[in-house]
């Protein structure tokens, strides 16, 4: 009885390690494509990502045309300061990703 209780206990132990471990290994591709995270694929066409929408341009040779990572990131943390109509949401300014959150999606972008 008290053997299986220990194994229960270590399995929900171990299933709540492993996710926070996972959380915090989240790479810039995941962060990207998440829904609850960054959700790019709801209007930019990306890489690999399935039924993308067509709202943003598509982010494709992302080191070509934003040369400048500083411009980069501020589009991504608030665009509204470009377009101030912009539907995009100003994921750093709102904190829907963090600042470690942004930097990892941008070393990815940076992959495109
Ligand atoms: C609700 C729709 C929407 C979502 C979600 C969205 N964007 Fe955008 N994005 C836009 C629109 C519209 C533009 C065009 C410029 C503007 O209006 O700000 C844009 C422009 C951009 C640009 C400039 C592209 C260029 O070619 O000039 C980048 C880079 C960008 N988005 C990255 C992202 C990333 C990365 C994510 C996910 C973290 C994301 N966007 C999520 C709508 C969105």
Redesign the pocket.
Known sequence: MHKKLLIIISITLLTLMSNLLFANDMDGKKI?FDRKK???L???VMDDGDMAGN???P?IVMKA?FPDREA?KA??WD?TT??SI????P?GKHQILSDAEIEK?LDY?YTL
């Open positions: 990207a960054g959700n790019c709801a209007c930019h709202i943003g341009p982010l045309r980069l589009q991504i665009a470009k377009n912009s539907i995009m949401p994921f999606l972008l």
